[in-house]
């Protein structure tokens, strides 16, 4: 854009601070109407769009006819929410429909807000001797470790077919096949082969990353490619031992991923085409460790008042300038050598990330003075090793599993309130005031959320398990329980 037009755009956009419009009604292109920037400032006049071209806005000022051009990324999520409703109102195309999300819906990796929580409620309270009703129980996934993602009455998830990684849509009603897509070549996974990420559904849409870097764009209705990226080819990517395992995040016209190496630790790309926005030098500034991509997914969250981007990297945890790329601060103690899996949580101003192999999880406060980032650890708490399984923040209340307990950790203080062994090592994911911990060797747990003490709610044994670990977390969506176990799917009744 040019540099002008940001300047002016900038200084008419900061004259008034607001809250952000409500939209309401049906869209309207032509009406005049205030506009908000992504840090909150709300424009003293209204403007109307003579032309979006699904990165940047054209808008005529109502005061003067004036025009001013605004990136998407300078727009907050109500404005641009609003743009994508005008272009779905304006040029509906049946092969790519647009992405409702309804209440019970898990479009990507944790869930609708990435934090491993489900909207849901009404769902069981108490299980049955054997657990809930199991609705129905298929194969056809091959390898791979992938959780899955539900839309509306498609449940979508990565798996193998021979040396290749695809990604299957199978009916939330029965399990029936609807289509499937191939993604790319089967990655060795340094022992444990397959796909482990997420697909994420946005905009009539599914991106999905493989084992070997393979980033694709794919119509939701029908699974046809759209473009497809290689983070070793596009980017010099760089990997671990156990080469890819992310599961990209899109954020208005962007997504977002972790490639690794010097140049492009992390980069964001246009959701619609691939292109570069830009790229996070992550490795070249922070130093080597931080230039190889680990086995966690990026989040993003506003922090010390800046949007921002969260990741774990093989050094530690970085935040990067959501609008720019550019490194802000790094938190290195929750990192280990070996593999850093857990997303973190961003809640205020602090982040909670924890890894494995000895080393547990810390809290650190991040702050802003001038343009100095500081980051002050809280606390650290060794017992809290988390491997795979990730945790979940609750009413003021860490959960989640080191090597054999299921913790309960005081948000504030990292007290641990209480520990019980529950199902061992596992992953967590909360729903209607209880934890689904699913043990690595299949043993599936409900577990209320509540700090006063250990209190199971049921628990069952996975039939017809695989003879690999059970890394894959559990998804609450549709008032239904989803289990991926390497070429099996099998969904539960939880109402």
């Known amino acids: 854009m040019n540099t002008k037009r940001i300047a002016y755009c900038i200084a008419f956009l900061a004259c008034l601070l607001a809250g952000q419009p409500s939209f309401g009604q049906e869209p309207n292109a032509d009406e005049y109407r205030h506009w908000t920037t992504s840090?909150?400032?709300?424009?003293?006049?209204?403007?109307?769009?003579?032309?979006?071209?699904?990165?940047?806005?054209?808008?005529?000022?109502?005061?003067?006819?004036?025009?001013?051009?605004?990136?998407?990324?300078?727009?907050?999520?109500?404005?641009?929410?609003?743009?994508?409703?005008?272009?779905?109102?304006?040029?509906?195309?049946?092969?790519?429909?647009?992405?409702?999300?309804?209440?019970?819906?898990?479009?990507?990796?944790?869930?609708?807000?990435?934090?491993?929580?489900?909207?849901?409620?009404?769902?069981?309270?108490?299980?049955?001797?054997?657990?809930?009703?199991?609705?129905?129980?298929?194969?056809?996934?091959?390898?791979?470790?992938?959780?899955?993602?539900?839309?509306?009455?498609?449940?979508?998830?990565?798996?193998?077919?021979?040396?290749?990684?695809?990604?299957?849509?199978?009916?939330?009603?029965?399990?029936?096949?609807?289509?499937?897509?191939?993604?790319?070549?089967?990655?060795?996974?340094?022992g444990f082969p397959g796909p482990k990420g997420t697909p994420i559904i946005n905009d009539g849409r599914i991106y999905a990353i493989g084992s070997d870097g393979t980033l694709v764009c794919i119509n939701q209705s029908d699974g046809t490619p759209i473009w497809k990226k290689n983070f070793k080819r596009d980017f010099g990517g760089e990997h671990g031992h156990w080469e890819?395992?992310?599961?990209?995040?899109?954020?208005?016209?962007?997504?977002?991923?972790?490639?690794?190496?010097?140049?492009?630790?992390?980069?964001?790309?246009?959701?619609?085409?691939?292109?570069?926005?830009?790229?996070?030098?992550?490795?070249?500034?922070?130093?080597?460790?931080?230039?190889?991509?680990?086995?966690?997914?990026?989040?993003?969250?506003?922090?010390?008042?800046?949007?921002?981007?969260?990741?774990?990297?093989?050094?530690?945890?970085?935040?990067?300038?959501?609008?720019?790329?550019?490194?802000?601060?790094?938190?290195?103690?929750?990192?280990?050598?070996?593999?850093?899996?857990?997303?973190?949580?961003?809640?205020?101003?602090?982040?909670?990330?924890?890894?494995a192999y000895g080393t547990g999880g810390g809290l650190a406060r991040i702050s802003k003075r001038g343009r100095n980032w500081n980051v002050n650890e809280a606390y650290f708490v060794k017992k809290m090793e988390s491997h795979h399984g990730g945790f979940v923040l609750h009413d003021g209340y860490i959960y989640g599993t080191n090597n054999s307990v299921l913790l309960c950790l005081n948000w504030d203080s990292g007290s641990i309130e209480w520990q019980d062994r529950c199902v061992g090592k596992g992953s967590v994911t909360y729903a209607d005031g209880h934890l689904y911990v699913r043990g690595e060797r299949g043993d599936v747990a409900l577990v209320e959320a509540t700090p006063d003490g250990y209190r199971e709610k049921g628990r069952f044994s996975q039939p017809d398990r695989s003879d690999k670990n059970a890394w894959a977390h559990p998804v609450i969506a549709g008032g239904r329980l989803y289990l991926h176990d390497h070429d099996r799917l099998l969904c539960y009744q939880l109402k």
């Not at 990324?73 to 092969?95: G, I, V």
């Not at 299980?127 to 959780?147: D, H, I, K, R």
């Not at 399990?175 to 340094?190: C, L, P, Q, Y």
């Not at 790094?330 to 982040?351: F, K, L, M, Q, R």
């Open 39 to 190: 840090d909150g400032t709300r424009s003293g006049v209204r403007l109307k769009i003579l032309e979006d071209d699904g990165t940047r806005v054209r808008l005529q000022r109502e005061d003067n006819d004036k025009i001013v051009v605004m990136a998407h990324s300078r727009l907050s999520d109500s404005d641009r929410s609003y743009l994508r409703s005008l272009r779905d109102k304006a040029a509906p195309s049946p092969s790519q429909p647009e992405t409702t999300l309804a209440g019970g819906d898990w479009p990507q990796w944790r869930g609708p807000n990435r934090d491993g929580k489900s909207p849901e409620t009404g769902l069981l309270t108490q299980w049955p001797s054997g657990g809930p009703q199991l609705a129905w129980n298929v194969t056809g996934f091959g390898e791979g470790y992938s959780t899955p993602a539900v839309v509306g009455d498609v449940v979508y998830v990565l798996g193998t077919r021979e040396n290749q990684e695809f990604i299957f849509a199978r009916r939330t009603e029965d399990g029936d096949a609807i289509w499937e897509a191939n993604i790319g070549s089967k990655g060795s996974g340094g």
């Open 244 to 355: 890819y395992a992310e599961s990209p995040l899109i954020d208005g016209d962007k997504l977002i991923c972790t490639p690794g190496g010097n140049n492009a630790s992390i980069v964001a790309l246009r959701k619609d085409n691939g292109a570069p926005i830009w790229n996070a030098p992550v490795g070249q500034t922070t130093g080597g460790d931080f230039a190889r991509a680990a086995y966690s997914s990026t989040i993003v969250a506003t922090v010390a008042g800046t949007r921002q981007y969260v990741a774990f990297l093989h050094g530690g945890v970085v935040g990067v300038d959501a609008v720019r790329g550019t490194p802000l601060w790094h938190y290195d103690a929750p990192a280990n050598d070996t593999a850093n899996c857990s997303t973190p949580i961003v809640h205020g101003d602090s982040v909670f990330a924890a890894s």
